[in-house]
Nanobody, 121 residues
């Protein structure tokens, strides 16, 4: 399984950006999908998650500004980022959590390589 993010870039404060992520491979099921970010000199932190059933969870810092959605049939997850702030600048990583490949018995977490988001003030 390969996880690929797209949509990062440079955006002005107050603007919007939409990140996309797709898992390529013969997936059977996945428990949840999430977006995480890591700013320079800081630890990776959770941004938002969504379960296969559609339940969402957000970091307090992005509540009301970011929205996570998914298309389970297409193995895709999105992050709509509105009213972005300079402190949102980070590498954003997508994760497919508890993913089971068709024909296999075990679940694993799969991560993308990250996409840079830079918010200018």
């Amino acid at each position: 399984v390969q996880v690929v993010e797209s949509g990062g870039g440079l955006v002005q404060a107050g603007g919007s950006l939409r990140l996309s992520c797709e898992a390529f491979g013969n997936t059977f099921r996945v428990n949840a999908m999430g977006w995480y970010r890591q700013a320079p000199g800081k630890q990776r932190e959770l941004v938002a998650t969504i379960t296969s059933g559609g339940s969402t969870n957000y970091a307090d810092s992005v509540k009301g500004r970011f929205t996570i959605t998914s298309d389970n049939a297409k193995n895709m997850v999105y992050l709509q980022m509105n009213s972005v702030k300079p402190e949102d600048t980070a590498v954003y990583y997508c994760a497919f959590e508890g993913l089971v490949v068709a024909g296999e018995a075990y679940e694993y977490d799969y991560w993308g390589q990250g996409t840079q988001v830079t918010v200018s003030s």
